[in-house]
């Protein structure tokens, strides 16, 4: 059983709150994405599993262990850093024995295990080498091979795919998500790159400052961000968040955005009821923002970029506020500073708390 | 039976004694330390390793500074006192006369003063002639450059003590003739100064910080008008500022530390180091003077060190680490 | 382009008088015999000299000496230097004054350390006597047997600070994430230490080696101050033997080719380490 879990760690480094109170378990064979911006604290999650930071509090578990005690030697996992860390004096395959050697695994069995991780990684060829020999797929390759050969019980993925160039970073992620089906292990892979995280995991766990906001499936996640980071961190390009107040209309309430007064659904209208919000900021996604002549808020154009298949369009609310939306290349291509009316499906709109930027749901 | 240790431990000098039992303390401490850390629990275990190894570090340090404090205390004793066994590690009266003494009878004061006008010459000697020549070969170009750089380095594989006693004959007759001997003085400290005026590896490095200088800058100089002097003193050094600090600052220890060619090229300017020579041969009555006249002469690279001790480790290692 | 000249001229110079001449001339020194009394002309010999010089007495016992010497201070230097900073590498609490104190000697000149050492050292007043029982018996340094070692012991003190400050910045070169993933690889303390710090220390290693041992190769100061060579030649490294054939010989003659053969064993080591810096992997990231 491989399952990693974290319960209310902490971690600070003199006065600064690194990891806040984080609470999560990532379960047997998922592969795990902790996505975030820099220095939110993914990574120094990521090492405490490692065991090469240790919590101020809070426990750490992998499998059924508490292994807060446990030497980084100890804990039966793998990490692949960013910089993939080979030792530059020994060939390849050294590189990928070593693990193994520390253990004082036998001769042939090293020699067998090795030569299958090559194979599974394609560097069979390139065994004596030096990792200065290398190019630098290659080297993530080696960095991947060192990890696997031990078959442990968690692989710790720190933004392996940085330092690639674009198109290989594509290739490898597809190669990735090859890998951890074929190896049926619990993966907990760290980035800020949202589509890498969108793409390879079974769950995001999003963390800013420390704190964890969200965790879900991909989609969950993007249908339904729990706050007002979380919507504006996943998607691209960001979902339109717009300031409105609450008002009470004849049949309901409503939000007030500039230019128009948008009527809630009755659930979401108990909701942001029953908490007595005045202020709300209103979140929708480019895609679902659509032009229409009879559309209600007007927004006035002043960027139009066209993407190839479809086009972003910059507009402006009547109080400056800039938002974004979509159009499919087929539809008349709208001209700079002319006026617009926006609308959407009420099924669309998030709300959210405009002080503690939570999500207000339906019950 | 039992008496055979007893009589053995008589047996042995106080000193011997003395310093058996606190090696043995030392190391019994440090093994209950080792073994608390091997089988306590984890909170205690941490502690007791970790106080271990301040343990150790402190031992070292006290062997790394034990000379030095001794040499200190005894330049506060009076010579009696140096010599009485056992010996006394913490002074409870101190005597400063050993430091007056040195300072005058024992010619310390003169000899720091040469010391420093001798060094500071080399070190200003080195600088000017090692800006000039790093310039010539970074920015300019004339025929035969690279055989005159080829030139400047191979100069760094002649140790000077393979050549020093021409170099003395040389300075005798130099000194001797009418003109140069004056201007160059070297009837006086021009002979300690003028062999060391010039170093190839000073060339060397402040070559390589004029040559990662970006190379427009030279080009906008010129278009500002700036001529090859000007820019020199304007532009080129201040932007080299960290190199030719660092290059300073080892004129200095080298030109400072000297032995071998102040020892033999005159009696009259002594340099300290030479001076610690004839302190050294004094007779035990009164080596207290000897060890005040010691801690003297360190004094200056002590307090040289403790000012510039970021920039000194900077310019040693980037030797060291780029091999 | 006069500007050219004109800038590395008084380098030049210097180095024309100073280096160069005097080196060249060393070469025609050793072809004449020197006589004994300085109004005597100088006699041809040609290269005979250079044969009697390195076959005699003098030379090969101050060649063996010499190279015990450098055997002696050399390792334990940098081994010393090399253990003190990976002392003072951990991350502890006041860690710094530690490392203050084991840089402290690089203030020390090589006379200021042998005066220093005589506190040790010296047979009326030192507490090594003292310590070892033998109170009022010959100093180590009157012993033939111990001499070279007690001033080997002085040298390596000396050089202990610089060799401090050299590992220490070597071992700060040595990537974290390496070490990082050794950890997680399962190599313990020494298998680290091994296996990943110092191959990484290696260039560091090979550069403290070459220079110390061509450095330890000039000895003078200390040897002038504590033992004048003796006893019976047991110091008499090759600088003073030089030394005290020029001063005490008047000779001349003979100090040149000490002093070639001098510059020959520097040239030696120096061609061996730039061929090692050469060879070795260059470590990139």
Same mark, same amino acid.
């Given at each position: 059983m491989a399952r990693v879990a974290f319960d209310h760690v902490t971690k600070r480094f003199g006065d600064v709150?690194?990891?806040?109170?984080l609470t999560l378990e990532i379960a047997d064979k998922e592969f795990l994405v902790l996505l975030g911006?820099?220095?939110?604290?993914k990574s120094t999650a990521l090492r405490m599993i490692a065991g090469l930071d240790d919590p101020t509090e809070g426990t750490i578990s992998i499998g059924d262990e508490?292994?807060?005690?446990?030497e980084p030697r100890d804990r039966d996992v793998a990490m692949v850093f960013q910089t993939y860390a080979? /030792?530059?004096?020994?060939t390849v395959r050294r590189n990928v024995e070593f693990p193994l050697k520390s253990r004082n695994v036998p001769h042939e069995e090293r020699t067998r295990l090795v030569e299958d991780a090559a194979e599974t990684l394609g560097l069979t060829d390139l065994l004596?080498?030096?990792?200065? &020999?290398?190019?630098g797929g290659q080297r993530q390759r080696v960095a991947l091979a060192r990890a696997i050969v031990r078959r442990p019980q968690a692989f710790l993925m720190d933004e =392996?795919?940085?330092?690639?160039d674009a198109k290989l970073r594509v290739q490898t992620r597809a190669d990735l998500i090859e890998l951890q089906a074929q190896l049926q292990t619990t993966v907990v892979y760290v980035t800020h790159d949202q589509v890498e995280a969108m793409t390879m995991g079974n769950r995001i766990a999003i963390i800013a400052k420390g704190a964890l906001q969200q965790v879900g499936p991909p989609q969950d996640v993007y249908e339904r961000p729990a706050n007002l980071f979380v919507a504006g961190f996943i998607g691209t390009p960001p979902m339109n968040i717009i300031g409105a107040k609450v008002v009470q209309e004849a049949d309901g309430l409503a939000v007030s955005v500039p230019g128009a007064r948008v009527p809630l659904p009755a659930e979401l209208a108990h909701a942001v009821a029953a908490r007595n919000l005045e202020k709300v900021a209103v979140g929708v996604r480019p895609e679902h923002l659509l032009l229409a002549p009879d559309g209600f808020v007007p927004a006035t154009v002043t960027v139009v970029e066209s993407l190839g298949h479809e086009r972003n369009i910059a507009c402006r609310l009547d109080d400056g506020t800039l938002v974004i939306t979509r159009q499919d290349m087929d539809d008349p291509r709208p001209t700079v500073g002319e006026t617009l009316r926006l609308t959407t499906e009420p099924e669309f709109l998030h709300v959210f708390?405009?002080?503690?930027?939570?999500r207000v749901d339906a019950p | 039976m039992s008496d055979e240790p007893t009589r053995l431990i008589a047996a042995l000098a106080p000193g011997f004694a003395h310093f058996l039992v606190i090696v043995a303390a030392l190391l019994a401490g440090s093994v209950v330390l080792a073994i608390v850390g091997w089988r306590a629990r984890p909170a205690i275990a941490h502690r007791a390793r970790k106080i271990n190894r301040y343990v150790l570090l402190g031992v070292l340090a006290v062997i790394v500074l034990f000379p030095i404090y001794i040499t200190v205390v005894n330049s506060l004793l009076p010579a009696d006192k140096i010599a009485? +066994?056992?010996?006394?590690?913490? =002074?409870?009266h101190l005597l400063l006369s050993g430091y007056s003494q040195a300072w005058t009878q024992g010619h310390v004061s003169s000899y720091l003063y040469n010391s420093f006008v001798v060094t500071f010459f080399i070190v200003a000697g080195q600088l000017v002639t090692s800006i000039c020549a790093a310039y010539a070969f970074a920015f300019l170009s004339f025929p035969l450059k690279r055989t005159i750089f080829v030139v400047f380095l191979a100069?760094?594989?002649? =140790?000077?003590e393979v050549v020093f006693f021409t170099n003395l004959e040389t300075v005798v007759s130099m000194g001797h003739l009418p003109l140069i001997g004056h201007f160059l003085g070297l009837d006086t400290y021009g002979a300690l100064v003028v062999p060391f005026l010039a170093t190839g590896f000073g060339a060397f490095l402040v070559r390589q910080a004029f040559l990662s200088l970006p190379r427009d800058l030279r080009d906008a100089a010129e278009l500002d008008g700036y001529g090859h002097l000007r820019f020199m003193w304007r532009v080129a050094v201040p932007l080299a500022r960290p190199t030719i600090a660092a290059l300073a600052l080892f004129s200095f220890f080298d030109a400072w530390n000297q032995y071998l060619w102040p020892l033999v090229v005159?009696?009259? /300017?002594?340099?300290v180091q030479v001076g610690l020579r004839q302190l050294s041969r004094v007779s035990v009555d009164q080596i207290n003077v000897t060890f005040a006249g010691t801690v003297l002469a360190a004094l200056p690279l002590l307090i040289l060190l403790l000012v510039f001790q970021k920039q000194l480790v900077r310019g040693l290692t980037a030797g060291a680490v780029k091999g | 382009m006069m500007l050219g000249y004109a800038l590395v001229l008084p380098s030049l110079l210097v180095f024309g008088t100073f280096i160069f001449y005097p080196f060249v001339k060393n070469f025609w020194l050793a072809l004449y015999r020197t006589p004994p009394f300085p109004n005597l002309p100088r006699s041809w010999v040609g290269l005979s000299q250079y044969r009697s010089v390195l076959t005699s007495q003098l030379f090969t016992n101050s060649f063996r000496v010499t190279v015990e010497f450098v055997v002696l201070t050399v390792p334990l230097g940098i081994a010393l230097g090399l253990a003190l900073a990976v002392l003072a590498?951990? +991350?502890?609490?006041?860690?710094s004054v530690f490392r203050t104190i084991f840089s402290s000697?690089?203030?020390?000149s090589v006379a200021v350390a042998s005066l220093i050492s005589l506190t040790l050292l010296? =047979? &009326?007043?030192?507490l090594l006597n003292y310590w070892l029982g033998r109170t009022g018996s010959l100093s180590p340094l009157d012993d033939p047997k111990w001499a070279l070692v007690a001033v080997a012991g002085v040298t390596i003190w000396q050089n202990l600070g610089l060799s401090f400050i050299i590992m220490s910045a070597g071992l700060q070169a040595v990537p974290d994430d390496l070490l990082e993933a050794a950890r997680v690889d399962g190599a313990g303390t020494w298998s680290r230490f091994r296996n990943v710090t110092l191959p990484m220390l290696s260039p560091t290693l090979f550069f403290a080696t070459i220079v110390g041992s061509i450095l330890a190769f000039h000895s003078f100061g200390q040897i002038d101050l504590l033992t004048q060579g003796g006893?019976?030649?047991?110091?008499?490294?090759l600088v003073y033997a030089i030394y005290k054939t020029v001063? &005490?010989?008047?000779?001349d003659g003979k100090a040149a080719v000490l002093a070639i053969a001098l510059f020959a064993i520097t040239l030696v080591l120096t061609m061996v380490q730039l061929r090692l810096l050469e060879r070795r992997v260059s470590y990139e990231r």
């Open positions: 709150v690194a990891v806040d109170d911006p820099s220095g939110c604290g508490i292994v807060n005690d446990v080979l /030792y530059p004096h020994m004596d080498r030096k990792p200065a &020999q290398l190019s =392996p795919l940085s330092n690639l708390d405009a002080d503690t930027g939570e | 009485a +066994r056992p010996p006394t590690l913490v =002074p409870t100069t760094m594989m002649v =140790p000077f005159t009696d009259h /300017y002594r340099t | 590498h951990q +991350r502890l609490r006041g860690i000697t690089v203030v020390t010296n =047979p &009326q007043i030192g006893p019976a030649d047991h110091t008499n490294v001063f &005490q010989e008047n000779n």
